[in-house]
C-alpha cells in the first residue's frame, strides 16, 4: 500500500476549520503517521509480509495485531477511496494557494536553493511547473522572506535541463500506464511513492508538531 501525499494533505490539522475537526484529524494523522513508520522498516515489514500480522505497542487504534483483511476493514473506516476526481480537486485547490507557497518556502530554505530536491518536496509539481515554482521563490526573495542561495541564482542550466529530460522521461512512462481512467491513480501514487524525500521531509514537519505523546490521565 502507499502512503500518499495527498491522503496527508487532506489530513492536515491546520487545515480543518474548527477545534473539533482538529482534534479528529490530528489522531487520524497520527495513525497514518504510524502506519507510515511501521512499512518503512524494513524488518517490521518483513514481519508483516511473512505473517500478514504485526505486533505493535498498545496505543489506541494500533494495539493489537491485525491481520490484512482487518488492517483493510479499519482503513477504509478512517479514510475515504481517493478517486480520480479527488485528486483533481485537491491539485485545483493546492496549486497557486498559500498552502503550496508555504511549501515551497520551506523547502526553498531546507535545502538552501537546491532546485532538485526542491522540485522533488513540493507535491504535485511536474518539470512543466518550474516557472511558476521560481516565480514564488523570487517573489519571497524579493520581499526579504528568503535568503538568495547561491545554488540558486548560480545554478548550471545544465541541470534545469536534467530535471527536464527526467520530467519528460516519467510522463511518457506514466502514459504508458493509463490504460484507463482509473489508472490515473495508481500512476500518480507510484511516481509519488519513488519521492521519498518527500515524504520524509513531510512526516518530518508534521511529527514534530502532532505526534508528541499524549499526557495520560491520572487515576482517580
Given at each position: 500500500?502507499?502512503?500518499?501525499?495527498?491522503?496527508?494533505?487532506?489530513?492536515?490539522?491546520?487545515?480543518?476549520?474548527?477545534?473539533?475537526?482538529?482534534?479528529?484529524?490530528?489522531?487520524?494523522?497520527?495513525?497514518?503517521?504510524?502506519?507510515?513508520?511501521?512499512?518503512?522498516?524494513?524488518?517490521?515489514?518483513?514481519?508483516?509480509?511473512?505473517?500478514?500480522?504485526l505486533e505493535?505497542?498498545?496505543?489506541?487504534?494500533?494495539?493489537?495485531?491485525?491481520?490484512?483483511?482487518?488492517?483493510?476493514?479499519?482503513?477504509?473506516?478512517?479514510?475515504?477511496?481517493?478517486?480520480?476526481?479527488?485528486?483533481?480537486?485537491?491539485?485545483?485547490?493546492?496549486?497557486?494557494?498559500?498552502?503550496?507557497?508555504?511549501?515551497?518556502?520551506?523547502?526553498?530554505?531546507?535545502?538552501?536553493?537546491?532546485?532538485?530536491?526542491?522540485?522533488?518536496?513540493?507535491?504535485?509539481?511536474?518539470?512543466?511547473?518550474?516557472?511558476?515554482?521560481?516565480?514564488?521563490?523570487?517573489?519571497?526573495?524579493?520581499?526579504?522572506e528568503v535568503?538568495?542561495?547561491?545554488?540558486?541564482?548560480?545554478?548550471?542550466?545544465?541541470?534545469?535541463?536534467?530535471?527536464?529530460?527526467?520530467?519528460?522521461?516519467?510522463?511518457?512512462?506514466?502514459?504508458?500506464?493509463?490504460?484507463?481512467?482509473?489508472?490515473?491513480?495508481?500512476?500518480?501514487?507510484?511516481?509519488?511513492?519513488?519521492?521519498?524525500?518527500?515524504?520524509?521531509?513531510?512526516?518530518?514537519?508534521?511529527?514534530?508538531?502532532?505526534?508528541?505523546?499524549?499526557?495520560?490521565?491520572?487515576?482517580?
Amino acid at each position: 500500500a502507499v502512503v500518499s501525499t495527498q491522503s496527508t494533505g487532506e489530513l492536515h490539522p491546520d487545515r480543518q476549520e474548527n477545534e473539533e475537526d482538529k482534534e479528529k484529524f490530528t489522531e487520524k494523522f497520527q495513525y497514518l503517521h504510524k502506519a507510515y513508520q511501521l512499512l518503512s522498516d524494513k524488518d517490521r515489514r518483513a514481519e508483516y509480509d511473512e505473517h500478514g500480522t504485526l505486533e505493535m505497542e498498545d496505543d489506541g487504534l494500533l494495539g493489537k495485531a491485525r491481520t490484512p483483511d482487518e488492517w483493510s476493514a479499519l482503513w477504509r473506516s478512517l479514510f475515504k477511496p481517493v478517486t480520480k476526481e479527488d485528486v483533481v480537486k485537491f491539485e485545483g485547490e493546492y496549486k497557486g494557494s498559500e498552502a503550496e507557497r508555504g511549501d515551497v518556502k520551506r523547502f526553498y530554505t531546507q535545502f538552501k536553493g537546491d532546485m532538485d530536491k526542491v522540485m522533488e518536496s513540493v507535491m504535485l509539481v511536474t518539470f512543466e511547473d518550474e516557472d511558476r515554482i521560481r516565480g514564488i521563490i523570487n517573489q519571497l526573495i524579493e520581499d526579504k522572506e528568503v535568503s538568495k542561495y547561491k545554488a540558486y541564482t548560480k545554478e548550471d542550466p545544465k541541470k534545469r535541463k536534467r530535471r527536464e529530460k527526467t520530467g519528460k522521461k516519467e510522463a511518457r512512462e506514466a502514459a504508458d500506464t493509463l490504460n484507463d481512467q482509473s489508472s490515473l491513480i495508481n500512476a500518480i501514487a507510484n511516481r509519488q511513492a519513488q519521492r521519498g524525500k518527500q515524504m520524509e521531509s513531510l512526516f518530518a514537519n508534521l511529527e514534530e508538531k502532532y505526534c508528541q505523546p499524549s499526557k495520560k490521565r491520572k487515576r482517580k
